[in-house]
């Protein structure tokens, strides 16, 4: 079945399912911190939006953070527009499974946040990430300013670093501007919230930053 491949390419333009204009009706409102998770936020909150395998052992990884408000799980970096969970595992979507952070600066940085990214998964496994295999598992950093950018590339230098010194390989993250965030089904929002023991495969490779 179409539906279960587990592509560790990109598709071809030409093999890209074609999604569908209607968006994801999802419930706006964080199970745990209680805040929106659609924007509007407010004026002094910014935001964030990181790739680190399955959504939702990362989804809980930030909320657990002080000064997130507020965390959605969805599908960036991709193409078909408005993608279902099996179309995005499908391989056929080009999406990466994503967490959108949205984050008090005054209580904590995007550099902090950083920190936590490369931390806590295997930014060296490129398409994978532990035992879950799929474009949609790849790690990646989506930025909303330049200023996020650039803090971003200067972290994989740094982190990059840390890694030769202890002998791993070499970072396969993918670090570019947001495009689109597709907000995942409401189920999987805050997931493990609702079911604590529910599958969760994030590790970090040990690694201080």
């Known amino acids: 079945m179409i539906l279960t491949l587990k592509k560790l390419t990109l598709p071809e333009l030409s093999q890209v ?15 745990v911190t209680g805040e929106p998770i659609k924007a509007p936020f407010q ?3 910014a935001e964030a939006c990181f790739g680190m395998g399955c959504f939702w052992g990362v989804e809980r990884r930030f909320w657990q ?16 527009p408005n993608p279902t969970y099996d179309e995005v595992c499908s391989g056929l979507t080009a999406h990466n ?5 949205i984050y008090d ?3 904590v940085s995007y550099a902090q946040l950083l920190q936590i990214f490369w931390t806590s998964h295997n930014p060296t496994q490129g398409m994978s990430q532990g035992n879950d295999v799929g474009t ?6 989506y ?22 010194l202890a002998g791993y390989k070499k970072i396969t993250t993918e670090i570019k501007p947001i495009d689109v965030f597709y907000y995942a089904e409401d189920y999987h929002q805050q997931y493990l ?8 495969g994030l590790r970090g490779l040990g690694v201080e930053y």
């Open 17 to 31: 399912l074609p999604g569908r204009n209607t968006e994801m009706r999802v419930t706006d409102k964080h199970f």
């Open 43 to 45: 004026a002094h909150l």
């Open 65 to 80: 953070q002080k000064g997130v408000v507020s965390t959605a799980v969805g599908y960036s970096a991709g193409i078909t």
């Open 97 to 101: 499974e994503v967490v959108r952070v």
């Open 105 to 107: 600066p005054s209580i």
């Open 136 to 141: 949609q598992y790849r790690s990646g950093i």
């Open 143 to 164: 930025t909303f300013n330049e200023a996020q950018y650039e803090a971003a590339i200067a972290s994989q230098l740094h982190y990059q670093a840390q890694l030769d």
């Open 193 to 200: 919230a609702k079911d604590p023991l529910g599958y969760c």
